[in-house]
């Protein structure tokens, strides 16, 4: 059974600090990380993905993943209140496959 | 067009009511895939295509539930004898098979 978790959350940081999102996911053979942002009402959006050990940076946004651990994570750093979304954590299986396997995703507050 | 496309954004259905969804992914996106978002939870995977064929379905619900992509291109969910538990976003989301996938904006399905 392919399970990825994440804390539901709300978590809430005020404007200007670093969020730091995570999720950890049973499968050990899963290749390729992404993480999504959802607001309220809307698609989910993809803003990071990462398939190999350590951190991946794009703009305020760093990747990290740990394949020993299975455990990846999201920092956000200089958080803007426009960052408040429901952030979801995708999981698959492996590099020819296409089915993501979601989180249930946490929703990230950011308070100005 | 510029982005995946579903219709109609909204549909209200009784009990036992057939419903279909249509699905225009992004123009030359090979790979398709349904998924099921019940609210505050993470999407939850239905069905993939490559081009017209369906390579995976393991997540349809039941035999109620069937999926189609004739041509390769737009997609269309068909869910039969509607029930209460069917009350979900339906997204659908296109790739070029690089598993970055775009979602569009979804089906709000409610059935009364």
């Known amino acids: 059974q392919k399970e990825v978790e994440q804390n539901s959350g709300p978590l809430s940081v005020p404007e200007g600090a670093i969020a730091s999102l995570n999720c950890t996911y049973s499968d050990r053979g899963s290749q390729s990380f992404f993480w999504y942002r959802q607001y309220s009402g809307k698609s989910p959006e993809l803003i990071m993905f990462i398939y190999s050990n350590g951190d991946k940076e794009d703009g305020r946004f760093t990747a990290q993943l740990n394949k020993a651990s299975q455990y990846v994570s999201l920092l956000i750093r200089d958080s803007q209140p426009s960052d408040s979304a429901t952030y979801l954590c995708a999981v698959n299986l492996d590099n020819y496959g296409q089915n993501f396997v979601f989180g249930p995703g946490t929703r990230l507050s950011v308070l100005p | 067009g510029a982005g995946v496309s579903q219709s109609p954004r909204y549909k209200v259905a009784k009990r036992g009511q057939d419903v279909a969804l249509r699905c225009d992914p992004i123009?030359?996106?090979?790979?398709l895939f349904w998924y099921q978002q019940a609210l505050g939870q993470g999407p939850e995977f239905l069905t993939y295509?490559?081009?017209?064929?369906?390579?995976?379905k393991s997540g349809l619900p039941s035999d109620r539930f069937f999926a189609e992509r004739p041509e390769g291109s737009v997609s269309t969910l068909k869910i039969q004898r509607t029930q209460q538990e069917d009350s979900a976003v339906y997204l659908c989301?296109?790739?070029?098979?690089?598993?970055?996938?775009?979602f569009g904006q979804g089906t709000r399905l409610t059935v009364v």
């Open positions: 295509f490559q081009n017209e064929a369906q390579l995976d």
């Open positions: 989301a296109s790739s070029l098979g690089d598993r970055k996938a775009f």
């Open positions: 123009s030359g996106h090979v790979s």
